[in-house]
Nanobody, 124 residues
Framework: QVQLVESGGGLVQAGGSLRLSCTTS????????MGWFRQAPGKERESVAA????????YYADSVKGRFTISRDNVKNTVYLQMNSLKPEDTAVYYC?????????????????WGQGTQVTVSS
C-alpha cells in the first residue's frame, strides 16, 4: 500500500506562484509514474501533469504548459508541482497520484493510489 500526502496549497493572487509537494511512503517510489490532477467545484477531475519514474519524461495539460513544472526527487520520495503565473481558473483541489503504468499517463483510471488533496485558490 502506498500512502500519498500533499502539501503546499493555499490562497494566492493571480499571477502568483505556489509549489505543491507530495510525499509518499514505501521503498519503490522510483517505480511509480506520478501525476497531479485537479478538480474544481462542479467539474470533473482533470489531469494537470505526470512524470515517469526516472523523471525523464513528462506530460502537461495544454492549459498549464509553460506555467507549471512537475519534478520528482526519488531520494526524498517526493513529487513537486511548481505553479507559476497562476490564474483564477486554476482554483481547484489538487491531488497527487501514483501509477504502475509504464509511462507518464494522463488517465485517472490508470492510477492506483491517490492523496487526499490540497486546496489551491487563486484570487483575481
Amino acid at each position: 500500500q502506498v500512502q500519498l500526502v500533499e502539501s503546499g496549497g493555499g490562497l494566492v493572487q493571480a499571477g502568483g506562484s505556489l509549489r505543491l509537494s507530495c510525499t509518499t511512503s514505501g521503498r519503490t517510489f522510483s517505480s511509480y509514474v506520478m501525476g497531479w490532477f485537479r478538480q474544481a467545484p462542479g467539474k470533473e477531475r482533470e489531469s494537470v501533469a505526470a512524470i515517469s519514474g526516472s523523471g525523464g519524461s513528462s506530460y502537461y495539460a495544454d492549459s498549464v504548459k509553460g506555467r507549471f513544472t512537475i519534478s520528482r526527487d526519488n531520494v526524498k520520495n517526493t513529487v513537486y508541482l511548481q505553479m507559476n503565473s497562476l490564474k483564477p481558473e486554476d482554483t481547484a483541489v489538487y491531488y497527487c497520484a501514483a501509477s504502475t503504468y509504464y509511462s507518464a499517463t494522463s488517465y485517472p483510471n490508470q492510477y492506483d493510489y491517490w492523496g487526499q488533496g490540497t486546496q489551491v485558490t487563486v484570487s483575481s
